[in-house]
């Protein structure tokens, strides 16, 4: 039989009803380069996987790393004994007599995965020993352990590469060792080399000659293909999958948790003990924890994963969720949101405007949407906390244009006074003019002053001028900006938008010029 990649569906029976989940962020993970989680964070870390996202297993340490490691290992362990989860919590352990299970006994643990030689070039050439003098060594401390009250489960440290060069000696290991009480036999694709085929097929094999053995499979990601490996490993039989937070691990990292969650759920009709609800928000505590930033285009966990950006989605959500999958935000307790840019329609800003409560006219919104579209076009990042700015520009906006601003060119330095040379049309006579200030925008004014005179036109004093971004704004945000000024009968109070904040001044200040202007022709 030839691994296919999709044969769950023709025999659904051979797939196991229920797959566990092993997280390995704390160990496997915190072998990311540049990641070292203090002990207060690992015992955060292993709360939330266990209480919040219900992970069957974690691997929270190697043990023998530091007096420090063995201290984060025990409040973990000590929390987990309260809370009736110590027998999750395991420990990677090494083959060196009694000094690995002293230091998890003393840390509290009960659980020992115990790193041996998967492959006979890590045992001779390592290790320099044969296959039977490390099997001997093996079976001396899985007996000590037992004695001491652990549980064991075993590593064959580069299972893939050994497997595919000498699997006489994978098989001769398992021969030796296999009926010495260890719990689980856990396969780890160490360098992430296999395919989804060769995974089907070795853990097949491996299953076929050793019945009644429980095999773990612990995939890397170095060929991006450890997803689908996990895929493979479910159906040759495994029913337990080792996996990290955020596909921490070295090199390419591990496998998505959250990934292969909801693939087993989507796509292979398997359960998981995982509670997807909380899924981001452990993600956001890793993220901050581990200082590795989660891509925005990750499945499930990334920013933008369930942001729509073309109108023609938008548009199919509005007339019958065209463009929604099983893969609702809703689902993991996120939201969908509509990108706004130069790709927008009118269903992207109808739905952003939605959000706010807001009621546009078919003109308005057409308005907003030109200047949504117009923004997105100049390489302006715009969201939804920028939406209020640009409908509160429209709606105060009379579309006036008896001076257009052609061109503004700012020239500002630490310790000199900003120049600018300014360019406006004003009634369909173009103008230019220089301008010197104590900032870009004093200098504007300069400018500008010298180019009214010729036509008559007093700026009118300056009563405030504020500035705002919205709320939690980032580098790049709209800036708004509203200057009141002098007039009879009552103050102008004119306001522009732009991710500039002294080009939104300018803009609100040809806004009141314009209506001054406008009023002076009436």
């Not at 009960?110 to 320099?128: A, D, I, M, R, Y």
């Not at 073309?310 to 689902?331: C, F, M, N, S």
Request: proline content about 3%.
């Amino acid at each position: 039989m030839v691994y296919s990649g999709i044969n769950h569906q023709q025999n659904p029976g051979a797939l196991p009803s229920y797959v566990a989940l092993m997280d390995t962020t704390l160990r496997d993970g915190e072998q990311t380069q540049g990641v070292a989680f203090t002990a207060g964070e690992k015992l955060n870390i292993a709360q939330a996987l266990l209480e919040s996202l219900n992970v069957d297993r974690i691997e929270v340490a190697s043990a023998r790393v530091s007096a420090g490691e063995q201290e984060a290992v025990r409040a973990i362990t000590t929390w987990a004994a309260e809370h009736g989860y110590l027998e999750r919590v395991e420990v990677l352990g090494f083959v060196d007599g009694k000094h690995t299970v002293d230091w998890i006994v003393a840390a509290g643990g009960k659980v020992l995965n115990l790193l041996t030689k998967g492959s006979e070039k890590h045992c001779h050439n390592q290790l320099g020993k044969t296959l039977e003098q490390h099997a001997a060594d093996i079976r001396e401390v899985v007996r000590y352990a037992q004695e001491q009250g652990l549980r064991v489960n075993a590593y064959l440290e580069d299972w893939s590469n050994g497997y595919r060069d000498n699997k006489d000696y994978v098989f001769g290991l398992m021969r030796l060792i296999g009926d010495s009480g260890i719990d689980h036999f856990m396969l780890p694709d160490t360098l992430g080399v296999l395919s989804p085929a060769e995974v089907f097929v070795s853990m097949r094999d491996m299953r076929e000659n050793f019945p009644g053995k429980k095999f773990d499979f612990h995939p890397h990601n170095d060929y991006g293909l450890a997803s689908a490996n996990c895929m493979a490993a479910v159906e040759a039989g495994i029913d337990t999958l080792h996996c990290t937070m955020n596909c921490l691990g070295e090199r390419a990292g591990n496998v998505s948790l959250a990934e292969v969650a909801v693939v087993l759920k989507d796509k292979m009709g398997i359960r998981t003990a995982i509670e997807e609800t909380h899924l981001a928000s452990v993600s956001k505590m890793v993220e901050r924890f581990s200082g590795k930033w989660v891509a925005a285009n990750q499945p499930i966990l990334g920013a933008d994963v369930f942001t729509q950006t073309a109108g023609i989605h938008a548009d199919g959500d509005v007339k019958g969720g065209l463009y929604v999958t099983q893969l609702t935000p809703e689902r993991f307790d996120r939201k969908r949101t509509y990108a706004l840019g130069k790709l927008s329609g009118k269903a992207s800003v109808v739905k952003n405007i939605e959000e706010l409560g807001i009621t546009l006219s078919p003109d308005n919104l057409k308005k907003v949407l030109a200047r949504v579209v117009a923004l997105g076009d100049s390489k302006e990042t715009i969201t939804a906390d920028d939406l209020p700015f640009i409908i509160a520009d429209v709606l105060e906006s009379n579309d006036y244009q008896h001076i257009r601003l052609i061109e503004c060119q700012i020239n500002s330095n630490l310790n000199h006074n900003s120049e600018v040379a300014l360019q406006v049309e004003i009634n369909g006579r173009q103008y230019s003019e220089q301008g010197e200030g104590n900032g870009g925008y004093d200098a504007f004014i300069d400018a500008l002053g010298k180019i009214l005179v010729t036509i008559g036109f007093e700026l009118p004093e300056l009563l405030d001028y504020s500035v705002r971004i919205p709320k939690g704004g980032k580098p790049g945000a709209l800036t708004e900006c509203t200057i009141t000024w002098a007039s009879q009968p009552r103050n102008l109070r004119a306001r522009g938008v732009h991710a500039n904040q002294v080009y939104a001044a300018i803009l609100a200040t040809l806004r009141m010029i314009n209506t001054r202007l406008h009023g002076l022709q009436q």
